[in-house]
T-cell receptor, first 115, second 112 residues
Framework: GAVVSQHPSWVICKSGTSVKIECRSL??????MFWYRQFPKQSLMLMAT?????????EQGVEKDKFLINHASLTLSTLTVTSAHPEDSSFYIC???????????FGPGTRLTVT | AQSVTQLGSHVSVSEGALVLLRCNYS??????LFWYVQYPNQGLQLLLK??????LVKGINGFEAEFKKSETSFHLTKPSAHMSDAAEYFC??????????FGPGTSLSVIP
């Protein structure tokens, strides 16, 4: 149980285009989802926290207009990287937390490459 | 504010030797502590966690960690390293705001 999927697993896009990444909790309802980015050989940095049905809370330094997060249902959150640039190339990982639990379950990650 | 440090960005051990990965945390509230493993180009897998109760926590793949409040530490150990243990290991602490803060990670290499 407690499986989180991400789609796509990898994506290449051209500079200036937008990319949407999906994060789904497959067998539980996720009231809260978290989005992280990870640069090569570095740790995970929390970008934002999203609660179902409400606006996401972004960490300091993360541009909310560039990284659009939607958490429209208890099983789906999306991250849209708008007007992507090469510096946005990174590994994006989501995690989901269910109702009445402290534990987060992580997705497999999405590798974004902007050319 | 909570934070996590991991001493040693890279650790090498011989196959069959003891694995010791160090983690120290700071937290203003009783911490929830975690160890995760990440293989190349993959997500995170939970190895073990400490919430309350017994301070020696056993996890998957033969790993264990001991919560020492007096030392604010949560070091990860495994008695005998296996080649398949080579990966990146992250210590993490759950904050009072319900976020998980990760340490910088330790890359473990296992020498045959």
């Amino acid at each position: 149980g407690a499986v989180v999927s991400q789609h796509p697993s990898w994506v290449i896009c051209k500079s200036g285009t937008s990319v949407k990444i999906e994060c789904r909790s497959l067998d539980f309802q996720a009231t809260t989802m978290f989005w992280y980015r990870q640069f090569p050989k570095q740790s995970l940095m929390l970008m934002a926290t999203s609660n179902e049905g409400s606006k996401a809370t972004y960490e300091q330094g993360v541009e909310k207009d560039k990284f659009l997060i939607n958490h429209a249902s208890l099983t789906l959150s999306t991250l849209t990287v708008t007007s992507a640039h090469p510096e946005d190339s990174s590994f994006y990982i989501c995690s989901a937390r269910g109702i009445s639990t402290y534990e987060q379950y992580f997705g497999p990650g999405t590798r974004l490459t902007v050319t | 504010a909570q934070s996590v440090t991991q001493l040693g960005s890279h650790v090498s051990v011989s196959e069959g030797a003891l694995v010791l990965l160090r983690c120290n945390y700071s937290s203003s509230v009783p911490p929830y502590l975690f160890w995760y493993v990440q293989y190349p180009n993959q997500g995170l897998q939970l190895l073990l966690k400490y919430t309350t109760g017994a301070t020696l926590v056993k996890g998957i793949n033969g790993f264990e960690a001991e919560f020492k409040k007096s030392e604010t530490s949560f070091h990860l150990t495994k008695p005998s390293a296996h080649m398949s243990d080579a990966a990146e290991y992250f210590c993490a602490v759950k904050t009072s705001y319900d976020k998980v803060i990760f340490g910088p990670g330790t890359s473990l290499s296992v020498i045959p």
